[in-house]
C-alpha cells in the first residue's frame, strides 16, 4: 500500500538550534517527492520538489534531500518565522499524490 | 499575479444538506486538483480537473462531485453531508497538468457538519 510517513509529528526547537524532519515512503514507483509548508488558516506553500535519490535542493535556512526509502528537510539556525507544519507529498506511478500528515514546528526565540 | 481563491472561507451545514466550493485557479493555469484535510489523515486526493474534464479520482464515495468550467474555474460539490466531511478542502492549481508542474494551493474552505 502506497503511503508516506512523517516524523517527528511535533518538534520544538530554541532558535539556532538545527535539526531534521523525515519523511519516508513506501509507492510503487517514485515520480516525485514534494516538501510543502503550510501556516495556520493557510494553504500549503510549495518549498522543493525532488526527483531522484541522491537529489538535494537548498533555499534558505532549507536543504532537502532524498534518498531511496526517505527524505529529510534539514533546517539550519532555525528562526521563529521558520515555525510552521512542514508536509511531505509524494507523486507516485499512477500519478496520485500522497501526503503524509506533516510536522508541526515551533521556533522559540 | 492573483493566487488561488476559494469561497467560501468557512462554511457550516448539517447532517444531510447538501454543499459547494468554489476555486478560482491563478490565471493561466488549467489543471485543478480538490484535496480534503484533516489532522488524522492529512491531506488526501479528491480529483483533478482539466479541460472540463475530470482528469483522476481518489478513493472518496460518490457523494463527492466536481466540474470544472471552460474559465478552468472549478467547484465541488458534497451532497448528504456526513460529521466526517468536517474538513479544510483545499484547491490546487497547476499550468498544466499536477503531474508535471507545481501546484499551488488556495488557503481552504473549512466546513463543519453539525
Known amino acids: 500500500e502506497d503511503q508516506v510517513t512523517q516524523s517527528p509529528e511535533a518538534l520544538r526547537l530554541q532558535e539556532g538550534e538545527s535539526s531534521s524532519l523525515n519523511c519516508s515512503y513506501t509507492v510503487s514507483g517514485l515520480r516525485g517527492l514534494f516538501w510543502y509548508r503550510q501556516d495556520p488558516g493557510k494553504g500549503p506553500e510549495f518549498l522543493f520538489t525532488l526527483y531522484s535519490a541522491g537529489e538535494e535542493k537548498e533555499k534558505e535556512r532549507l536543504k532537502a534531500t532524498l534518498t531511496k526509502k526517505e527524505s529529510f528537510l534539514h533546517i539550519t539556525a532555525p528562526k521563529p518565522e521558520d515555525s510552521a507544519t512542514y508536509l511531505c507529498a509524494v507523486q507516485a506511478n499512477g500519478n496520485q499524490f500522497y501526503f503524509g500528515t506533516g510536522t508541526s514546528l515551533t521556533v522559540i526565540p | 499575479k492573483a493566487g488561488v481563491t476559494q469561497t467560501p472561507r468557512y462554511l457550516i451545514k448539517t447532517r444531510g444538506q447538501q454543499v459547494t466550493l468554489s476555486c478560482s485557479p491563478i490565471s493561466g493555469h488549467r489543471s485543478v486538483s480538490w484535496y480534503q484535510q484533516t489532522p488524522g489523515q492529512g491531506l488526501q486526493f479528491l480529483f483533478e480537473?482539466?479541460?472540463?474534464?475530470?482528469?483522476n479520482k481518489g478513493n472518496f464515495p460518490g457523494r463527492f462531485s466536481g466540474r470544472q468550467f471552460s474559465n478552468s474555474r472549478s467547484e465541488m460539490n458534497v451532497s448528504t453531508l456526513e460529521l466526517g466531511d468536517s474538513a479544510l478542502y483545499l484547491c490546487a492549481s497547476s499550468f498544466i497538468s499536477s503531474s508535471t508542474d507545481t501546484q499551488y494551493f488556495g488557503p481552504g474552505t473549512r466546513l463543519t457538519v453539525l
Open positions: 480537473y482539466f479541460s472540463e474534464t475530470q482528469r
